[in-house]
């Protein structure tokens, strides 16, 4: 079975970028001249009917691996992996050395013929001595954390390490220093409900109690559940769609549109840093035409997917409820931390041809689409895949 998530429109990976735009649009600028900007080429018009051949898309048989049901075993695989994630470590007061893969908190400080230099020292670093790595991910320069294991709690260390040819500050790179490491414990993960004590709590998790801890993750899970349920439902159903119907294409001028439209606020995204995406592309030594080739390609599969929605919207009379809508926008608005009103919001999508108002009633039609679909699915719950 082909296995396709519902790209609804481009709303969830381009609306992400509005909140970095930072430009205000003219206040001079009536919403009437913006409107007028953005109708200058005629509009898109299509048969989708031509485009889609519906299959089955009312009574789907759906098959669903999970239960969903909260069961205290799955709550507690839940509550550790959300432990371990946290990344906490604390003192392990039974190491007293560091070992080649132990993680050890230190204060160091970096000097140049005896004069520490700038950017050099630090305190309370949780270092992972194996990976030469904090444990937050961070990387250090080649060879930095390598004179640690052998030595002591408590125990001053210096060695000298050199920054790359190619390192950002010139004054260091190719460069010789020393680094003094201060090892102040060996430390541990705190990676299960068994590891967590009120202290540990407060200090890492927001809660001044492990019993809140973990009433509050409760919550989570059960919510996770939910959200998880609904999710695997509308993907299973959106693939079921897709497996029935058939696409023989995606009209030219919509799919070059909604290009368009990536492209647009991604260039918008880039200028408040003064460049554009094509720039940015290059600088990084991308090749931007083979990147919008495959924005292409990937656009393409998505509006298909929308095609087969805005199908069924038709062949079941399903049209937008404007308050409904209204509630949807604002929401999406929302989202994207968008200071604008709701006609400077919709300019921002506007391309020839297809205005941001259009597409985004589109992306509310078809979701209404998917949505009855799933109501008028038949759902089979703790079932697993042949597969």
Do not use: W
């Not at 950017?119 to 030469?132: F, L, P």
């Amino acid at each position: 079975m082909k296995k396709r998530l519902l790209a609804l429109v481009l709303i969830c990976t381009m609306a992400f970028s509005l909140s970095a735009c930072g430009k205000k649009e003219d206040k001079a600028e009536t919403k009437t001249e913006k409107t007028e900007k953005a109708s200058d080429a005629a509009p898109i018009e299509y048969d989708v009917d031509e485009y889609v051949t519906l299959g089955d898309y009312k009574g789907l048989e759906i098959s669903l691996e999970n239960t969903y049901e909260y069961s205290d075993e799955g709550f507690e695989e839940y509550l550790n992996t959300k432990i371990a994630d946290a990344g906490v470590y604390v003192e392990d007061s039974d190491k007293k050395e560091v070992e080649e893969d132990s993680i050890v908190n230190v204060d160091y400080v970096g000097s140049q013929d005896g004069v520490a230099f700038d950017g050099g020292s630090a305190e309370d670093q949780m270092i992972d001595v194996a990976n030469n790595c904090s444990t937050s991910g961070s990387g250090y320069i080649d060879g930095f954390t390598s004179g640690l294991a052998g030595h002591s709690v408590g125990e001053e260390v210096a060695y000298e390490v050199t920054f790359p040819e190619q390192y950002g500050n010139a004054d260091l790179a190719g460069k010789t220093v020393t680094f003094t490491f201060q090892i102040n414990y060996v430390a541990k993960a705190i990676a299960t409900k068994a590891d967590l004590t009120d202290k540990i709590v407060s200090d890492n998790f927001s809660y001044d109690s492990v019993d809140k801890y973990v009433s509050a993750m409760k919550d989570d899970y059960e919510s996770s559940l939910k959200s998880d349920l609904a999710n695997d439902t509308q993907t299973a159903v959106l693939n079921a769609l897709i497996n029935n119907s058939t696409v023989s294409g995606v009209p030219e001028e919509l799919l070059q549109a909604r290009v368009d439209m990536y492209l647009k606020v991604y260039d918008k995204q880039y200028e408040a840093y003064g460049t554009t995406a094509k720039e940015y592309f290059e600088s990084m030594g991308q090749d931007y035409d083979q990147y919008v080739e495959s924005l292409k390609t990937s656009v393409e599969e998505s509006t298909k997917t929308e095609l087969i929605l805005e199908a069924v919207a038709r062949a079941e009379g399903i049209a937008i409820d404007e308050d409904g809508y209204k509630e949807f926008i604002s929401s999406v608005m929302g989202s994207t931390g968008s200071q604008e009103d709701d006609t400077a919001f919709y300019d921002i999508y506007s391309v020839d041809g297809y205005t941001g108002e259009r597409y985004f009633r589109q992306a509310y039609l078809t979701q209404k689409a998917l949505d009855f679909c799933k109501d008028n699915a038949n759902v089979t719950l703790g079932v697993k895949s042949a597969d």
